[in-house]
């Protein structure tokens, strides 16, 4: 065999294992994309189900729904890749669970990265008390009203998301393809 032919047999056989390896810790996912559903699939994924245990057990409250039917809505819940988190913003103890998941997805880790365990978790938005917090505006906090409410003094609790936090996640994120699910 030509001294060539084994470099780049050689070459090819390293470039391969270095696909497979795992990426090392620091590396950190972009601030994700919006993802809209774009077919009708109401199935728990695995990556939406592990985040919405998680919630649960580290700051309480119940897991909400995951899928939902696709009666012509155009939730990620259709995918089955968001989570409703069941809070009340009506009790301060809700509230106060919910600021921290936010203080500990929107803060910056060790090694400087901003939003880290947003990133690494593949969550495209959180919707909660009138707020979004999307990924394609540096997860900062923006007034929210659903295109369903005429006003809000005439929008339900639900439709405000004042019973529950959304969160919505990526497409890998949802099948447990992000760092995060790695760890």
Do not use: N
Not at 44 to 59: D, H, I, S
Not at 118 to 129: E, F, H, K, L, S
Not at 147 to 169: E, M
């Amino acid at each position: 065999m030509s001294r060539t032919i084994l470099i780049t047999l050689l070459t090819l056989f390293i470039s391969a294992l270095l696909a497979l390896a795992p990426a090392p810790a620091t590396a950190i996912e972009d601030y994700p994309r919006y993802q809209p559903a774009t077919k009708c699939s109401p199935r728990a994924k695995p990556g939406t189900v592990e985040l919405a245990r998680w919630l649960v057990q580290k700051y309480g409250g119940r897991r909400g729904p995951i899928a939902r039917s696709c009666g012509g809505s155009t939730s990620e819940h259709t995918e089955g890749r968001a989570v409703d988190w069941m809070l009340d913003a009506d009790h301060r103890s809700d509230r106060r669970r919910a600021q921290r998941f936010l203080d500990r997805v929107f803060g910056t880790d060790a090694r400087g990265h901003t939003d880290a365990l947003a990133r690494r978790m593949g969550i495209m938005y959180v919707i909660w008390r009138d707020r979004m917090y999307a990924a394609w505006d540096g997860y900062r906090p923006k007034p929210y009203l659903s295109s369903s409410c005429p006003s809000r003094r005439k929008c339900s609790k639900t439709l405000r998301h004042r019973d529950h936090v959304h969160v919505s996640l990526t497409r890998r994120a949802a099948r447990g393809h992000t760092s995060w699910y790695r760890r």
